[in-house]
């Protein structure tokens, strides 16, 4: 155990700024690389590997990282970075004799819990805090609802609530809250989710409900109404829809989720749900536009473009440097001095992504380019990433889908 | 026998001006009645006979507005069922919330119950054939849902429904304007203490990590950094077929 003469000469001004030299020769052996690194030379003398920093291989973000600071394993909690964050085991929190009911009613637009949804869960636990336990009601199976917070799940599965099915969806949720007698219902205060149950149920039981909920807390509901103009703080009533953010997503923990038997109910049916319609892409808002398929200067055959955007189903959009040229309209840019934009997948022929290109995608999760350019930056920013002109491509793409609508 | 349509109407307010004007919504709703062939409509609102902005409805091309004479802040629910029930028609619309007064967008909900008939939100636009109401629903992201119900229905109009004509100032002070009188309504209680509106902080993405992460993640591309696929020089149709499998997995498109 010897530390090298050299390092004991060295100045540590960080130290030095205490008046006090100290020593920690642990922290020493470490910075030196020891033990790892410690091998005798010919001649006998104690040898220092250069190399035994990088031993532990790239870390964060695939970079080398040197580690100065000398404290005492910095270097391997660096390392284990990655390791640490793969889940801790959570807490899970029984609550096997609740004092009363909370439900939350998610929307499981697509079958999965949003963000909205799991505020909603939030403030369920907000509300069920003294002792109260939360029940979920799901039209459909949904996944993750224990670290959403719910203690109980209630799931409807069968035929008549699946898809636009507002009317046996309230009877149900109306039948529960028969039984269970909650002291609280929540929703997602979302137009066609949970706003339209919502207010399907207030009507049906003949209560007025706090809608669009800004902000909940266990004692006060901050409702809004009056165009938007003015802030109603009451006492939670029993029904409340929740704006988004009105209250913070469980974090940290995790609820039992135990399943509860489901009743059979006899439900109306006076709506039937006919499917989503085939529209015209083009007429949607490119704001709203779903899918998007996006041409830059690197487009120069129209008519292989048009072709196939319209095959994909996918709303057309453009770099400025097309709409400058009169080749797609205005109101079809995609930017920052065009129109920010949020679909669920990009796709970008020719677009060499400027900076002013890319703010107008910054929401945008999933997305595909095509460029001849290997550095272009919209390659680096894609998802998919294709270096081949887009001339080529296009045309290949339409007949494929072709062949697939056929052949299928 | 031509088909009878109520359109609810109500006094909209600016966002910016704050003067009173026709409600846009309840203009859309009156717009997708008006391209209605033959359709007999039943212009009503509950409220104040003098307000001038009511005019602007009957500008559109209606030749009458009745009014059930209600006192401001007024509950106009049991006036309403009253009213529509003597009236019968086959097709109510109305706008999804209201401009001013509680304008939870409830009202809709609670006449719909009340008068026994199923209600149908965000409506975009609707064909009727025999009996049937055949309708387009407004979903996210400008997707339409195809929904079908009988005869009478409640619909509520939503942004989604197509912009309304203009309003014809002539044609306004033509048209004529039916007070009807009703017994007394209850007044409309607010729901809790009002406050002016304020304005709540978005809450803040917190994202942990080194800073070439952080700042990854500030320009958006958090989701995607490092984990792209890509394809250098691929014939076009590979390069085809890759884009097609991309979008079959992430679900974009339906095999
Ligand atoms: C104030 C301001 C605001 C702006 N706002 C916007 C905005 O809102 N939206 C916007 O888009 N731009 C905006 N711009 C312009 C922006 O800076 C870029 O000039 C523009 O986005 C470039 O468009 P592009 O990528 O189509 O063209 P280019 O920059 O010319 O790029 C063409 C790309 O196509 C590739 N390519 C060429 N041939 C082929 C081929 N045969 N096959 C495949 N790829 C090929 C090239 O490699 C290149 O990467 C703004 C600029 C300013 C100054």
Redesign the interface.
Known sequence: MSTTPRLRNMRRPRLEGSGRVRRDPRAERLYCGEPAGETLSARGLPRRDPRAWYAAGPQ????VRIDRSQRPGSASVAASAPLRAAEPALKTVVIAEPAFWVLAVPDLDDGRLSAHDRDVFGGARLLAADGGAVVAVCFGPAEGLDLAGADRVLQFDAAVFAG?AP?ARAAAVAAVIATLDPRHVLLPDT??GG??LG??L???LGE?????V??LSAGE?I?????????????P?RLLLLAP?AA?PLGGVRHEALALPVPELDTPT????????A?D?NS??LA????ICSAGNGVHDWSAFHAVAAA??A?EGGSRMVCDAGLLPRHRQVGASGTLVD???Y?AFGIAGAPQH?QG???C????A?NTD?HAEM???????????AQ??M???T???EE?RHG? | MALDIAVLVSV??H?ASARNRRAVLDARALELALNVPGANIHLIHAGDADEPALREYLGMGVERLSVLGVPAHADVLPVLVAHLKALRPALVLCG???????????L???L??ALGM?????VAGFELHGGRA?L??A????????????LPVLLSV?RAAPEPRQSAYARAQRGQIERIAVPAAPLWQ?????????K?P??LKLIS??G??RMRAA???A??A?????????E??A??????D??LS?G??R?
Do not use: W
Request: positive net charge; aromatic residues 4%.
């Open positions: 964060a973000n695939g970079r636009y009317e137009p066609i706003g339209d207010r399907r207030a009507a049906q007025t409900a706090a809608v669009r800004q902000k509901a409702a809004r109404g009056n165009g938007g103009r003015s802030d109603y703080h009451m006492a009533p953010e913070d006076r709506l039937l749900d006919r499917g989503l319609l529209i892409p949607v808002p709203e536009a779903d899918f994909l189903g709303t679909p669920r997948c796709l890319l995608i910054t929401r999760e999933r997305v595909i095509v290997l390659v680096k920013r894609a998802d998919l990433a294709i270096v081949q002109d080529r491509v045309p290949a793409l007949r494929l889908i697939k299928a | 909209g307010r966002p999804a919330a209201a401009e001013q007064g509680a304008g939870s967008g409830e809709p909900y609670r719909a119950a199923p209600i149908v939100p965000a055949q387009a629903q979903l996210p992201r400008g997707r339409r849902r195809g929904v079908e119900a009988a939503d607010p729901p809790g203490e009002e406050q002016p509106a304020r709540r978005k809450r990590g080194s070439a992460e320009q958006g591309a989701a995607s490092g984990k792209g696929q890509l394809l250098v020089q691929p076009p149709a390069a085809a077929q890759a884009i097609y991309y979008l992430e974009i498109l095999g």
